[in-house]
Structures are given as structure tokens and as C-alpha cells.
């Protein structure tokens, strides 16, 4: 029986001591396995953040190149705007002009109409 204990104790303690040797190369192998995933994300990251980079300077040259567009397409708006608003303003003044001369006509008649009816009156008045 205490043979038997001591070649239990034995295989356990072997068995234990194989189980740590196992621990210590799992953990080594992780530890390499940590290393080299560190270097492939920062790989990565930089590939990655050049590439953005390319991408905004894209976007700002396209984005320069339709506020460019975009300017000439309202200055040839307020252009076209602007003579609009001439050609409205012009008509505007030649009616004005029509309509001036028609109500100095009409205020003429009717201070002529008002003289007629203050004379007439005053000559019925007066007999």
C-alpha cells in the first residue's frame, strides 16, 4: 500500500509537471501569437490610414472642383438675373412714363372741369 501511494504520487507528480511544461509552452506560443498579431494590426492601421488619406485628398479635389462649378453656374445666374430685372425695370419706367403723362392729362381736365363748374356756378349765383 505505500508503494502503491508512492507511485501515485509519483505519476502526479509527473503528470503535474508535465501539465506546467505544457502551460509554459502554450503560453510562450501565445505570446509570439500576441507579437505577431501586434504587427499585423499596426500594418493595417497604416495601410489603412494612408489610404484614407489618399481618399480626403480625392474628395477635396472633387470637392474644390464643384465649388468651382458651382460659382460659375451662379454668376451666370445673377448675370442672367440682372439683365431680367433691366429689362423689367426699363418696361417698368416706360409704362410710369405713359401713365405720368396720362394723369397730368387727367388732373389738367379735371382742374379745367373744376374752373368750368366754379364759373358757371358764380355766374348762377350772381344771376
Do not use: C, H, P, W
Request: charged residues 25%; hydrophobic residues 30%.
Amino acid at each position: 500500500m505505500g508503494n502503491e501511494g508512492r507511485i501515485a504520487k509519483d505519476l502526479i507528480g509527473a503528470q503535474g509537471q508535465q501539465q506546467r511544461m505544457g502551460i509554459r509552452e502554450t503560453g510562450t506560443q501565445q505570446r509570439m501569437n500576441i507579437g505577431a498579431q501586434g504587427t499585423q494590426d499596426r500594418l493595417n492601421i497604416g495601410a489603412t490610414g494612408a489610404q484614407q488619406r489618399l481618399n480626403i485628398g480625392a474628395q477635396g479635389i472633387e470637392d474644390r472642383a464643384l465649388v468651382g462649378a458651382q460659382g460659375t453656374q451662379e454668376r451666370m445666374n445673377i448675370g442672367a438675373r440682372g439683365t431680367e430685372q433691366r429689362k423689367g425695370l426699363r418696361t417698368a419706367g416706360s409704362e410710369e412714363r405713359l401713365n405720368i403723362g396720362k394723369r397730368y392729362q387727367e388732373e389738367r381736365n379735371m382742374r379745367a372741369d373744376a374752373r368750368g363748374a366754379i364759373r358757371s356756378l358764380g355766374s348762377r349765383f350772381f344771376g
